[in-house]
C-alpha cells in the first residue's frame, strides 16, 4: 500500500471538493473544450471541475482510495470523469492526445518529474495546453503544505526549460493563499504555468 492510498482512506476529502484557485480561474479564461487529463489528482476535485465545465475528463492517480473518491464526487455532481490508475513511472503518453493536461502540487523526484514533464510536453495536442500549480523550492519554511523535502519541490527552470518552444500564457513564481481541505492552507509560495503547444 503507498502512502497517498493510506492517506486518501478517509471519508472527509483531504485537500477538499473545491478545484485549486488557479486551475479555476485559469479555466475560466481560456474557455477550452475537448479532452482534459488530470495527472497525480488524488481525490479528484480538479478533475471533477474541469467535467464541470464541460471537458472530456480523465484522471491519473496512483492511490485507488483517490480514484474512488474522484467517481464518488463526480457522481454528487452529476458529471462523468473516467479514472485510470497510473503510477506516473509506468505512464504512456500518447503523442498530440489532449486538449489540455493539469497538475496541481503533483510533487515527485527530479528524474520523474523531468520523466513527466516531456511526456506532457508529447501528450498535449497542437493549440492545447499544459496548466500546473505547485509548490515551489522556497516552500519548505512556509508550512502551510507540500512536501519537506526541497528535492521533490519544483524550480522555475524546469517549466521554462521543458517548454522552451511552447506559447507561455502565464507564468508566475511567488506567494499566494490557499486554503484547500486539511492540508493546504495558509501563505504558500508556488510556480503556475499555463503553456500553450505551438
Known amino acids: 500500500m503507498n502512502d497517498w492510498h493510506a492517506r486518501f482512506q478517509t471519508n472527509n476529502y483531504v485537500y477538499g471538493t473545491a478545484p485549486n484557485k488557479f486551475i479555476a480561474g485559469i479555466q475560466k479564461s481560456l474557455k477550452?473544450?475537448?479532452?482534459?487529463?488530470?495527472?497525480?489528482?488524488?481525490?479528484?476535485?480538479?478533475?471533477?471541475?474541469?467535467?464541470?465545465?464541460?471537458?472530456?475528463?480523465?484522471?491519473?492517480?496512483?492511490?485507488?482510495?483517490?480514484?474512488?473518491?474522484?467517481?464518488?464526487?463526480?457522481?454528487?455532481?452529476?458529471?462523468?470523469?473516467?479514472?485510470?490508475?497510473?503510477?506516473?513511472?509506468?505512464?504512456?503518453?500518447?503523442k498530440d492526445k489532449w486538449d489540455e493536461v493539469i497538475c496541481v502540487f503533483g510533487h515527485f523526484p527530479l528524474e520523474l518529474r523531468q520523466k513527466t514533464l516531456q511526456g506532457v510536453k508529447e501528450s498535449v495536442k497542437p493549440a492545447g495546453y499544459f496548466v500546473t500549480e505547485v509548490y515551489s523550492h522556497y516552500q519548505i519554511p512556509y508550512n502551510s503544505g507540500g512536501p519537506k523535502d526541497v528535492a521533490l519541490l519544483y524550480q522555475p527552470e524546469e517549466f521554462l526549460q521543458t517548454f522552451h518552444d511552447w506559447r507561455i500564457v502565464h507564468f508566475f513564481m511567488g506567494e499566494v493563499i490557499r486554503h484547500e481541505g486539511e492540508l493546504h492552507n495558509g501563505l504558500s509560495h508556488v510556480i503556475q504555468f499555463v503553456g500553450q503547444k505551438q
Request: net charge negative.
Open 32 to 94: 477550452l473544450t475537448g479532452n482534459a487529463l488530470a495527472i497525480a489528482e488524488g481525490e479528484g476535485r480538479n478533475a471533477v471541475y474541469l467535467a464541470e465545465q464541460g471537458m472530456n475528463v480523465t484522471a491519473w492517480d496512483y492511490a485507488p482510495s483517490g480514484l474512488e473518491k474522484t467517481k464518488k464526487l463526480a457522481e454528487e455532481r452529476d458529471v462523468t470523469v473516467k479514472t485510470e490508475l497510473v503510477d506516473l513511472d509506468d505512464a504512456i503518453w500518447t
